[in-house]
């Protein structure tokens, strides 16, 4: 009886849903991922030997070259995505153009990034894939430049709106709900943004930030995706 109350517990079937997408398994190996980055450099800092080190270098680095063949293929979605928001006429000017800005930015990377694997996993060696991951990481950057700039346009907007409404009017109480609601999940991207920034920022340089703050700040940004992706699979 308990075994059967665990297996048909409504939390397992949305566990299954959850782990049967590539986002699900990829957030969870990215927050696997980004956390032993930070974890690996913690034991380094604190003058523990490299057998208890190594381990959690093998996970950072095993699965990014994972998450690197889970992403292959993936750039036409924001090809897509790009050309879908280029032709909505009904957007606002400045989100249309960070939209476009995001989704080919997010292309360019991932259309890079899957050039680099070949040679990161040894199926055919390419001179030139540092300077390709360079190049992916700045369209990286470029693509969450424009996301953050379009969060924090929205954060604008919503304020605007919140200023035109009457709070004590039963329609605008719902309003108010409704702009606090979306501000709260533009926070929420804004954050995870931020935090994915000092991946390519420090990649290229842009920001001194050592492999412990880019670490948590990775396993933070995961942690957003995880919780989006598993609302998202309710």
């Known amino acids: 009886m308990v075994a059967d109350a665990l297996v048909y517990h ?26 032993s980055r930070f974890y690996a ?16 270098e093998a996970i950072k680095k095993q699965f990014g070259l994972t998450r690197k063949c889970l992403r292959i293929g993936k750039n036409v979605e924001h090809f897509k995505a790009a050309a879908t928001a280029f032709d909505n006429t009904a ?50 950057f470029i693509g969450l430049m424009f996301n953050t700039v379009s969060g924090l346009y929205i954060l604008w907007q919503l304020r605007q709106r919140e200023r035109s409404i009457d709070k004590k009017d039963g329609e605008g109480v719902v309003e108010s709900k409704k702009i606090q ?6 926070n929420v991207q804004l954050i995870s943004d931020l935090c994915d920034l000092t991946v390519p920022g420090a990649a290229l340089g842009y920001a001194n930030l050592d492999d ?23």
């Open 181 to 186: 609601r979306e501000r709260n999940s533009t």
């Open 212 to 234: 412990g703050i880019v670490g948590l700040a990775g396993t933070v940004s995961s942690l957003i995706g995880i919780w989006g992706a598993w609302k998202k699979t309710a």
């Open 41 to 56: 450099w913690y034991l380094y800092r604190t003058n523990h030997p490299e057998r208890v080190i190594a381990p959690f």
């Open 91 to 140: 957007m606002d000017p400045i989100l249309k153009y960070c939209a476009v800005g995001r989704q080919l930015g997010y292309a360019m990377y991932l259309s890079l990034d899957t050039v680099t694997y070949l040679d990161a996993s040894g199926i055919r060696p390419i001179a030139s894939a540092k300077r390709l991951q360079r190049e992916a990481y700045k369209a990286w």
């Open 10 to 35: 409504p939390t397992v079937a949305h566990y299954l849903r959850f782990v049967a997408t590539t986002v699900g398994r990829d957030k969870l190996l990215r927050t696997l991922q980004y956390f």
